[in-house]
C-alpha cells in the first residue's frame, strides 16, 4: 500500500523568508502524480502545485516550488518570500496513474511571523 | 469558477441518530469521494463512487456509511446510527479525468460533524 509521510507537524517561518516543507511517500509504481494541498482556516483544501512522477523539471507555481527527487521517494515544497496568507496545514498526496484513491500524509502546520 | 459544495457547514447530534451529508460535486466530474479529518489529524479516506457505485471504500466505511447520489446533482453520505467517534470534519471530492488522466481532487469545504 502506498504510504505518505510528513516527519514536520509544526514549522515557523518568517514573514519574507523562505521555509521548505518536506515529503516522503513510499510506492512501487513507476507512474504516479504528487500534489501539495493547502488547508487554512478557512477549512476547504486548495491545490497548491501537482508533480507528475514522469517529468524530471521541478513544478513550479509563483512562489511555490518543488524539489521532486524520484529515487529517493521524496517531494519537498519551498515556499519562497513568505505571506501571512501562507498560513496554514500543508498536506502531501500521493495518487498513481490512474487510481482511484489520494492518499494523504498527516499534514503540517505552518506558522507565518510577522 | 465551478466548486464543490457542501451542506450543512456543522451539525450537532445525538449519538445514535442518523445523520446525512450532503454535496454537490463540479457537474462534469465523474468521480466522487468522501474523506474525514478527525480534529488536527490525517485526512482519511472513507469512499470513492464512479458510474452510480461504489469504486473503492475504507476500513472505516463500515455498515453504518452509506452513500448515493440520488438525482445526478446531488451526492450523499449517510450515518445511520452515529458514534462519539465520528465527530469529525467530512470533505466531499469530485475529480474529473475526462480524456487526460491528471489525479487531482476538488473539495468542497466540509461538513463539521460533532456527535453528543
Known amino acids: 500500500a502506498q504510504t505518505v509521510t510528513q516527519s514536520q507537524p509544526e514549522m515557523s517561518v518568517q514573514e519574507a523568508e523562505t521555509v521548505t516543507l518536506s515529503c516522503t511517500y513510499d510506492?512501487?509504481?513507476?507512474?504516479?502524480?504528487l500534489f501539495w494541498y493547502k488547508q487554512p482556516p478557512s477549512r476547504q483544501m486548495i491545490l497548491v502545485i501537482r508533480?507528475?512522477?514522469?517529468?524530471?523539471q521541478n513544478a513550479t507555481e509563483n512562489r511555490f516550488s518543488v524539489n521532486f527527487q524520484k529515487a529517493a521517494k521524496s517531494f519537498s515544497l519551498k515556499i519562497s518570500d513568505s505571506q501571512l496568507g501562507d498560513a496554514a496545514m500543508y498536506f502531501c498526496?500521493?495518487?498513481?496513474?490512474?487510481?482511484?484513491?489520494?492518499?494523504f500524509g498527516a499534514g503540517t502546520i505552518l506558522r507565518v511571523k510577522s | 469558477e465551478p466548486e464543490v459544495t457542501q451542506t450543512p457547514s456543522h451539525q450537532v447530534t445525538q449519538m445514535g441518530q442518523e445523520v446525512i451529508l450532503r454535496c454537490v460535486p463540479i457537474?462534469?466530474?465523474?468521480?466522487f469521494y468522501w474523506y474525514r479529518q478527525i480534529l488536527g489529524q490525517k485526512v482519511e479516506f472513507l469512499v470513492s463512487?464512479?458510474?452510480?457505485?461504489?469504486?473503492?471504500k475504507s476500513e472505516i466505511f463500515d455498515d453504518q456509511f452509506s452513500v448515493e447520489r440520488p438525482d445526478g446533482s446531488n451526492f450523499t453520505l449517510k450515518i445511520r446510527s452515529t458514534k462519539l467517534e465520528d465527530s469529525a470534519m467530512y470533505f466531499c471530492?469530485?475529480?474529473?479525468?475526462?480524456?487526460?488522466?491528471?489525479?487531482?481532487?476538488?473539495f468542497g469545504e466540509g461538513s463539521r460533524l460533532t456527535v453528543l
Open positions: 508533480q507528475e512522477a514522469y517529468k524530471q
Open positions: 457537474s462534469n466530474h465523474l468521480y
Open positions: 498526496a500521493y495518487i498513481r496513474e490512474y487510481g482511484n484513491k489520494l492518499v
Open positions: 463512487f464512479y458510474n452510480n457505485e461504489i469504486s473503492e
Open positions: 510506492t512501487s509504481e513507476s507512474d504516479y502524480y
Open positions: 471530492a469530485s475529480r474529473t479525468d475526462r480524456g487526460t488522466f491528471t489525479g487531482e481532487l476538488f
